[in-house]
């Protein structure tokens, strides 16, 4: 969600509701008081990856591409090595409630990064944990279920039955959505995670729920469940724009999450809740997709503001990396953001939104021969002989220049939009792992808790006025500091 994909999406949902042209509209955090700007790179790599982008929000310091919670000391043989605390550890430390949404699988590098310390992201099953690495490194799944702090979490919603040993065989795909993120390993070990978290919960007299549809969750009372548990997919929940019957809107889990954290009894609570499908859709060149994921997860933040107080809540906007995704040409006002740039063959027709590389490249190209004519504009299919259909299936691809299986991660910062307690440290251009020492100190928890006699002081103005802080990263986080 970089500033490419937050214009263009500010735009869709303009055009999408039918609110005039579309370029007027506004996001739900298009007016927080306080911005700034995240460098994204890893610690090996200029464009960076979503695990180690993630560990530096979530835990405070940069790493390596494809670790999660460890720094760059981290082994394929040594589980102990290089392992970092999240701010889940520290509001858990503080009697805060705790929990994560998330559109992908809730074993994805993003949500993984708040609870898991492994080698490497796609570690997310026992069957994918290498072999020297075999009892050394527990896989993501288990680790979730397992070990603090996800195991102490009151909310997990999401996609990922299948790594979690619960796969729905009943399961229907209607759409064929394509890319490397649509696979996702099974278990080996026979293990059911989310049975043995039930029973879990029997033998410490807790009221927990696992659900699995809308349905299902619609009939919780969230004001007296302990945990809960949502998982509503096999891999990623669907699409948006293709949404498969039962399953929970990105809104629907955020208010459900919030309303089982906000209790009297506690200090507070931390919430992440992710609108990963942006990056995936991207990942595709699905830019009708990846727009609309935009809009859902738009609604989840005014959701979240709607259900907490500005004066208590700690809101952070923001997205882990950006993408190779351009909005370009001069289209008049009110075009079309998924149309064309440019109607005139002059020299050629082409779309307003188009990747720098990508499988789009394939579906674009005039035939399968890259050597097509001497002449370049011979290479390219002439959009408007496709149909109206075909360039609005929710599976179109937009033009790529580069051709890839999947599109790339950009490298250029990323905005940081925040409201609330503690959003004025929210300024200029900082390392991305300054969030979570923001979120530690607002929230007085963790490293940044002693920063200063703020937290000491129960009179003081942070102390005081942020009983909830909520982050938003590509997804909606909040995080509940005190009653």
């Known amino acids: 969600m970089g500033l490419t994909t937050i214009t263009a999406g500010r735009i869709y949902k303009g055009q999408y509701l039918k609110h005039g042209y579309g370029e007027e509209e506004k996001l739900a955090f298009d007016e927080f008081p306080y911005t700034g700007l995240a460098k994204t790179y890893n610690v090996d790599k200029q464009v960076p990856d979503s695990a180690g982008t993630a560990t530096a929000m979530f835990c405070g310091t940069k790493t390596d591409y494809g670790a999660i919670g460890m720094d760059t000391t981290r082994s394929k043989t040594n589980s102990k090595q290089g392992r970092l605390t999240s701010i889940m550890d520290w509001a858990q430390a503080e009697g805060k409630r705790t929990g994560i949404v998330t559109t992908t699988r809730i074993t994805h590098a993003t949500p993984a990064a708040t609870y898991a310390r492994i080698y490497h992201r796609d570690w997310e099953c026992d069957t994918k944990v290498p072999l020297e690495s075999q009892g050394i490194h527990t896989d993501i799944a288990r680790q979730l279920f397992e070990n603090a702090p996800g195991n102490k979490f009151n909310v997990i919603m999401g996609g990922g039955l299948k790594p979690t040993g619960a796969t729905n065989a009943n399961e229907k795909i209607t759409t064929p959505w394509e890319g490397d993120t649509e696979n ?179 579906d674009h190209i005039a035939n399968d021969t890259v050597a097509v004519s001497q002449n370049p504009l011979h290479f390219w299919k002439n959009l408007t002989t496709l149909t109206v259909e075909q360039r609005q299936s929710p599976t179109y691809r937009h033009m790529a220049t580069v051709p890839l299986k999947d599109e790339s991660h ?34 007085c928890m963790g490293p940044a808790k002693d920063f200063d006699g703020t937290c000491r002081n129960s009179s003081s103005s942070i102390a005081a006025a942020t009983t909830m802080p909520l982050i938003v990263v590509l997804a909606v986080f909040l995080v509940k500091l005190f009653n």
Request: proline residues 3%; negative net charge.
């Open 184 to 362: 996702i390993c099974a278990r080996g070990d026979g293990l059911n995670l989310p049975k043995k978290w039930l029973e879990n919960g029997k033998a410490m007299n807790e009221k927990r729920e696992f659900v699995q549809t809308i349905k299902d969750l619609d009939e919780v009372d969230l004001k007296e469940v302990d945990r809960l548990l949502g998982l509503f997919r096999n891999n990623h929940i669907t699409y948006a724009i293709g949404k498969e019957e039962g399953e929970p809107s990105l809104k629907e889990m955020t208010e459900a999450a919030i309303e089982v954290l906000q209790r009297e009894d506690s200090n507070g609570f931390v919430l992440m809740v992710e609108g990963g499908r942006i990056d995936q859709g991207h990942h595709q060149n699905y830019a009708h997709a990846a727009l609309h994921e935009v809009y859902e997860f738009d609604q989840a933040i005014e959701a979240a503001l709607e259900n907490t107080n500005a004066n208590e809540t700690l809101i952070l906007v923001t997205a882990d990396h950006s993408h190779s995704v351009t909005l370009n040409g001069y289209p008049k006002r009110g075009n079309d953001i998924l149309g064309f740039a440019n109607k005139k063959a002059d020299p050629m027709v082409y779309e307003t939104i188009m990747y720098a590389n990508g499988p789009g490249f394939y």
């Open 410 to 443: 950009g490298g250029e910062d990323v905005i940081v939009f925040a409201n609330g307690p503690g959003a004025s440290l929210v300024r200029g251009v900082f390392e991305q792992n300054y969030l979570a020492y923001i979120m530690s100190y607002a929230g």
